[in-house]
C-alpha cells in the first residue's frame, strides 16, 4: 500500500526561526516521486518541489531545501528563517505509476508570527 | 503561460440538486486530475482523464462523474448532491513531459 504521512499537524514558529516539515513515505514500487505543495489560505496548491526516486541529493532553493532519505523513507523539508508569508498548509505527496495518482499527506500547518 | 483556472469559484446548492464544475488546464497539459478536500478526510484522488478518457478512477460512488473535451477542458459533475459532498474540488494538469501536477485555485461547493 501507498502512504505518506507527516506527522506534525501543526507547527509555530517566530519569524527567522528555522523550520523543518517532516514527510514519510511507504511504497513497495522502485521508481515514484515525491512532492511538496504549499495550500496557502487562498486555496490553491502550489507546486514546490518534485524528487525522483533514483535521486537522492539535497535541493536547496533559496531559503528551502530538501534532504530526502530513502533509507528511511523520508523526505523532509526545510524552510531557513522563516517569514510570515510561509504561513500556509504543506502537503508531502507521493506519485508512482502502479496508481497513478497523488496520494498526499494528511498536511503541516505551519504558523510564522512576527 | 496562463495557470490552471477553475470556474466557478464559489458554489452553495442544496441536498438533491446536481452541480457542473469547470476545469482549464495549463496550455499544452493533456491530463487533467481532479481532487476532493475536506476537513475529515483530506485531499483525495476523484479521477484522471487524458485525451478525453478517463484513465484513473478514485474510489468515490458514481455521482461523481467528470469528461475531458477535446481541447482538454475537463468537467465535473456531482448529482444528487448530499451535506457530505461540501468540500474544495481542486483540478490540476499536467503534460505528457512530467508528471508534476499544476493546480488550480479551487471551486468551493457547499450543500445546504
Known amino acids: 500500500a501507498q502512504k505518506v504521512t507527516q506527522a506534525q499537524t501543526e507547527i509555530s514558529v517566530v519569524e527567522k526561526e528555522d523550520v523543518t516539515l517532516d514527510c514519510v513515505y511507504e511504497t513497495r514500487d522502485t521508481t515514484y516521486y515525491l512532492f511538496w505543495y504549499k495550500q496557502p489560505p487562498s486555496g490553491e496548491l502550489v507546486f514546490l518541489i518534485r524528487r525522483n526516486s533514483f535521486d537522492e541529493q539535497n535541493e536547496i532553493s533559496g531559503r528551502y531545501s530538501w534532504n530526502f532519505q530513502k533509507s528511511t523513507s523520508s523526505f523532509n523539508f526545510t524552510i531557513t528563517a522563516s517569514q510570515v508569508v510561509d504561513s500556509a498548509v504543506y502537503f508531502c505527496?507521493?506519485?508512482?505509476?502502479?496508481?497513478?495518482?497523488?496520494?498526499f499527506g494528511t498536511g503541516t500547518r505551519l504558523q510564522v508570527f512576527p | 503561460k496562463a495557470g490552471v483556472t477553475q470556474t466557478p469559484r464559489y458554489l452553495i446548492k442544496t441536498r438533491g440538486q446536481q452541480v457542473t464544475l469547470s476545469c482549464s488546464p495549463i496550455?499544452?497539459?493533456?491530463?487533467v486530475s481532479w481532487y476532493q478536500q475536506t476537513p475529515g478526510q483530506g485531499l483525495q484522488f476523484l479521477f484522471e482523464y487524458f485525451s478525453e478518457t478517463q484513465r484513473n478512477k478514485g474510489n468515490f460512488p458514481g455521482r461523481f462523474s467528470g469528461r475531458q473535451f477535446s481541447n482538454s477542458r475537463s468537467e465535473m459533475n456531482v448529482s444528487t448532491l448530499e451535506l457530505g459532498d461540501s468540500a474544495l474540488y481542486l483540478c490540476?494538469?499536467?503534460?505528457?513531459?512530467?508528471?508534476?501536477?499544476?493546480f488550480g485555485p479551487g471551486t468551493r461547493l457547499t450543500v445546504l
Open positions: 505527496a507521493l506519485f508512482s505509476y502502479n496508481t497513478d495518482k497523488l496520494i
Open positions: 496550455s499544452g497539459h493533456r491530463s
Open positions: 490540476a494538469s499536467s503534460s505528457v513531459w512530467t508528471d508534476t501536477q499544476y
